[in-house]
């Protein structure tokens, strides 16, 4: 059942605040703010963002580092019935602009810089307007949907940006006794924060995700997880990413302190979890390393530490790397699937599992009672059984109904079904009609565990068989003189697709490509051997809101033509 089935996520948090107003429940660079205070300055907060014009159905573009501000505008955006645009920090003019047309954003709450980008700097070169006039005489031609834009800092060099303290102030004037402020939305199926996709092979889509879905989805991954109220969760992860998203929000529904970190340094984490006895701690596996490999790191430091996720998805699978991480941190890890259509974690491993199985890239369905998946052949659209490799297709309350403004790309995403379709392997209930074709290759086992294997466009049919490029690069990456490896598919005459293995070497060297060969001879089946390898100093990558993804679109490119002529 979902837990709060009929609320936003501002009404949920102000029961929690109802019943425990004094509770921490955000720690940030030594200051306290308790549920009753952060409700508080949402309410002003979003009375001010009205003022400026902003109500139902309007989108806030949110371009912060981790912080409270990020918090509090997303509440405040769900007491307005208005959705939150989460915009990577590392973003730059090209990206901010398309997001901030794509969105057609209202407002633009930020800061002036963080780390080594200068935001207000940066959105200067895509509404020039910020640098004239007042706020009241903004009139952007550049963003023609953007009335206000808000910072944390005020500053006379862009004299048309409000600073946040200004627009609390006046929400607070605004929700004085003798006045009143708008009433809070209650539509739990509005959309609450449009996630953007990473578009590394076409243009970025947004998916807006409802009240509904962030809210119990986000506590039922704490149930799953075994979240109790003595635990304190850190917030490490990107907000503006889904799984960031949903670490903070998983906590705050569970009414637990969420320590935030603007961004990960290892030495400053260790810091946090020590002295903040964190409990509830989910990262990147390349944050888990640089944590446990920091020169002060000892296991005593880190042993409050008791649930968490570790993500291996953007940076490969290391067994190795997964039984070091979690001896050194001292508790069972699980590996989460998740993606911006359909919410962080859709499935992900039970910390009871044995190790064995945890080391897999997922797990079961984190609310199977209301979400559904079932795996197609990719080809002929027939539901596969456990054990046969297939793309995956979800279903349910935390699936986004559409893309933002493109119906072109919702109609090819989305197989209508009707609502007595029964279908799907896991799972038993949905809310919604649509099947959302996630693109990605999974396979299920008999227990009904759902485990990724790659990304659809990766993977690779050889001689009749789906292969996933991932059982290459796995085993070639054991070879020491290795530093990592990439795998794609090339046209071939004769067998319709053969991989091509990318090496990075070592050492940066060249490695003999017969070693590779009969290394990898003894270890995989023949099909699945490379028919060549092509060594490179570095994988194109492109920035994601987790850390930088290999363009492998970019890399098939490049053999596009290399067996053309066989």
Request: some cysteine; glycine content about 8%; aromatic content about 8%.
């Given at each position: 059942?979902?837990?709060?089935p009929?609320?936003?996520?501002y009404?949920?948090?102000?029961?929690?605040?109802?019943?425990?107003?004094?509770?921490?429940?955000?720690?940030?660079?030594?200051?306290?703010?308790?549920?009753?205070?952060?409700l508080?300055?949402?309410?002003?907060l979003?009375?001010?963002?009205?003022e400026?014009?902003?109500?139902?159905?309007?989108?806030?573009?949110?371009?912060?580092?981790?912080?409270?501000?990020?918090?509090?505008?997303?509440?405040?955006?769900?007491?307005l019935?208005?959705?939150?645009?989460?915009?990577?920090?590392?973003?730059?003019?090209?990206?901010?602009?398309?997001?901030?047309?794509?969105?057609?954003?209202?407002?633009?709450?930020?800061?002036?810089?963080?780390?080594?980008?200068?935001?207000?700097?940066?959105?200067?070169?895509?509404?020039?307007?910020?640098?004239?006039?007042?706020?009241?005489?903004?009139?952007?031609?550049?963003?023609?949907?953007?009335?206000?834009?808000?910072?944390?800092?005020?500053?006379?060099?862009?004299?048309?940006?409000?600073?946040?303290?200004?627009?609390?102030?006046?929400g607070?004037?605004?929700?004085?006794?003798?006045?009143r402020?708008?009433?809070?939305?209650?539509?739990?199926?509005?959309?609450?924060?449009?996630?953007?996709?990473?578009?590394?092979?076409?243009?970025?889509?947004g998916?807006?995700?409802?009240?509904?879905s962030?809210?119990?989805?986000?506590?039922?991954?704490g149930?799953?997880?075994?979240?109790?109220r003595?635990?304190?969760?850190l917030?490490?992860?990107?907000?503006?990413?889904?799984?960031?998203?949903?670490?903070?929000?998983?906590?705050?529904?569970?009414?637990?302190p969420l320590?935030?970190?603007?961004?990960?340094e290892?030495?400053?984490?260790?810091?946090?979890?020590?002295?903040?006895?964190v409990?509830?701690?989910?990262?990147?596996?390349t944050?888990?390393?640089?944590l446990?490999?920091?020169?002060?790191?000892?296991?005593?430091?880190?042993?409050?530490?008791?649930r968490?996720?570790?993500?291996?998805?953007?940076?490969?699978?290391?067994?190795?790397?997964?039984?070091?991480?979690e001896?050194?941190?001292?508790?069972?890890?699980?590996?989460?699937?998740?993606?911006?259509?359909?919410?962080?974690?859709?499935?992900?491993?039970?910390?009871?599992?044995?190790?064995?199985?945890?080391k897999?890239?997922?797990?079961?369905?984190?609310?199977p009672?209301?979400?559904?998946?079932k795996?197609?052949?990719?080809?002929?659209g027939a539901?596969q059984p456990?054990?046969?490799?297939?793309?995956?297709?979800?279903?349910?309350?935390?699936?986004?109904?559409?893309?933002?403004?493109?119906?072109?790309?919702?109609?090819?995403?989305?197989?209508?079904?009707?609502?007595?379709?029964?279908?799907?392997?896991?799972?038993?209930?949905?809310s919604?009609?649509?099947?959302?074709?996630?693109?990605?290759?999974?396979?299920?086992?008999?227990?009904?565990?759902?485990y990724?294997?790659?990304?659809?466009?990766?993977?690779?049919?050889?001689r009749?068989?789906?292969?996933?490029?991932?059982?290459?690069?796995?085993?070639?990456?054991?070879?020491?003189?290795?530093?990592?490896?990439?795998?794609?598919?090339?046209?071939?005459?004769?067998?319709?697709?053969?991989?091509?293995?990318?090496?990075?070497?070592?050492?940066?060297?060249?490695?003999?490509?017969?070693?590779?060969?009969?290394?990898?001879?003894?270890?995989?089946?023949?099909?699945?051997?490379?028919?060549?390898?092509?060594?490179?100093?570095?994988?194109p990558?492109?920035?994601?809101?987790?850390?930088?993804?290999?363009?492998?679109?970019?890399?098939?490119?490049?053999?596009?033509?290399?067996?053309?002529?066989?």
């Amino acid at each position: 059942m979902l837990h709060w089935p009929a609320a936003t996520i501002y009404e949920a948090l102000s029961g929690i605040a109802a019943a425990r107003p004094n509770a921490d429940a955000l720690r940030f660079e030594g200051e306290r703010i308790t549920y009753g205070e952060l409700l508080a300055e949402s309410r002003a907060l979003a009375s001010g963002l009205a003022e400026l014009g902003v109500g139902p159905g309007d989108t806030i573009a949110v371009w912060l580092a981790n912080r409270p501000e990020w918090i509090t505008t997303q509440l405040a955006s769900s007491y307005l019935g208005a959705a939150v645009v989460a915009v990577n920090t590392r973003y730059r003019t090209h990206e901010l602009e398309y997001l901030l047309r794509d969105a057609e954003c209202s407002a633009l709450v930020t800061e002036r810089s963080f780390l080594d980008t200068d935001f207000l700097a940066t959105l200067a070169e895509v509404v020039p307007e910020i640098r004239k006039g007042g706020p009241t005489e903004f009139v952007p031609e550049s963003i023609p949907s953007l009335d206000a834009v808000v910072a944390l800092e005020s500053t006379g060099e862009f004299p048309a940006v409000r600073a946040y303290e200004d627009v609390i102030a006046g929400g607070e004037t605004t929700t004085d006794e003798n006045a009143r402020g708008p009433e809070p939305a209650t539509d739990p199926t509005a959309p609450a924060c449009i996630f953007y996709t990473s578009g590394t092979t076409s243009d970025p889509k947004g998916c807006p995700q409802t009240n509904r879905s962030l809210l119990n989805h986000s506590h039922q991954v704490g149930v799953h997880l075994g979240v109790e109220r003595g635990d304190v969760a850190l917030g490490v992860l990107p907000f503006p990413g889904v799984w960031g998203h949903n670490a903070l929000l998983s906590a705050l529904a569970h009414g637990i302190p969420l320590v935030i970190r603007t961004h990960f340094e290892a030495g400053k984490t260790l810091r946090l979890i020590e002295e903040r006895a964190v409990t509830y701690y989910s990262a990147l596996a390349t944050m888990h390393r640089r944590l446990i490999d920091h020169a002060d790191f000892t296991p005593e430091r880190v042993a409050s530490l008791e649930r968490g996720a570790v993500g291996f998805l953007s940076m490969g699978y290391d067994e190795a790397v997964f039984d070091r991480i979690e001896a050194a941190l001292g508790f069972p890890l699980v590996q989460p699937y998740g993606l911006s259509e359909a919410n962080s974690q859709v499935f992900v491993g039970d910390p009871e599992d044995p190790i064995e199985r945890r080391k897999r890239v997922g797990g079961p369905l984190i609310h199977p009672e209301e979400e559904s998946a079932k795996i197609v052949d990719p080809e002929t659209g027939a539901e596969q059984p456990p054990g046969e490799e297939g793309e995956l297709c979800l279903r349910g309350y935390n699936v986004v109904e559409k893309y933002f403004g493109k119906p072109e790309a919702t109609t090819e995403a989305f197989e209508d079904a009707p609502a007595s379709d029964t279908s799907g392997s896991v799972g038993e209930r949905s809310s919604s009609e649509k099947w959302f074709h996630t693109g990605d290759l999974v396979v299920q086992d008999e227990a009904g565990y759902l485990y990724f294997r790659s990304r659809l466009d990766d993977a690779l049919r050889v001689r009749g068989f789906l292969l996933a490029p991932r059982d290459i690069e796995r085993v070639l990456d054991d070879h020491p003189a290795v530093k990592g490896s990439q795998v794609v598919g090339a046209p071939h005459p004769r067998h319709g697709q053969v991989p091509v293995a990318f090496v990075e070497a070592a050492d940066g060297s060249p490695v003999d490509e017969g070693i590779l060969e009969d290394f990898l001879a003894g270890r995989i089946a023949d099909y699945k051997l490379p028919a060549a390898f092509e060594f490179v100093d570095a994988f194109p990558r492109a920035e994601g809101p987790h850390g930088a993804k290999v363009r492998k679109d970019e890399l098939r490119e490049r053999v596009a033509d290399r067996f053309r002529e066989e």
